[in-house]
């Protein structure tokens, strides 16, 4: 079995910085594409950044040139560097990963860390 754990999410001020970190558990499985994902109260789960096996990255445009993605693939983790953060980067954010295992592809999430940039 798989599992998604992530960690580092609190109560940051505005302008102030945030780190994630998920770590992907279990045995006999490859990771693909790891990602990031987040939602607020009320909106609709978006995504942040995702990072390709090769380190190939992607990001929303809203926290382009604000937030780095990059990932361990010997460790099996993804971490999100959050800096000059703002209020309406507030969330839940997820950890989110493209798993292959012996019986097929399969998309795994974490269980969410919240995040609350406020003064």
């Known amino acids: 079995q798989v599992q998604l754990v992530e960690s580092g999410g609190g109560l940051v001020q505005p302008g102030g910085s945030l780190r994630l970190s998920c770590a992907a558990s279990g045995s006999g499985f490859s990771i693909n594409t790891m990602g990031w994902y987040r939602q607020a109260p009320g909106k609709q789960r978006e995504l942040v950044a995702t990072?390709?096996?090769?380190?190939?990255?992607n990001y929303a445009d809203s926290v382009e040139g604000r937030f780095t993605i990059s990932r361990d693939n010997a460790k099996n983790t993804v971490n999100l560097q959050m800096d000059s953060l703002k209020p309406e980067d507030t969330a839940v954010y997820y950890c989110?990963?493209?798993?292959?295992?012996?019986?097929?592809?399969?998309?795994?999430w974490g269980q969410g860390t919240q995040v609350t940039v406020s003064s």
């Open positions: 989110n990963a493209d798993i292959r295992r012996a019986i097929g592809l399969y998309t795994y």
């Open positions: 990072i390709a096996r090769d380190g190939s990255t």
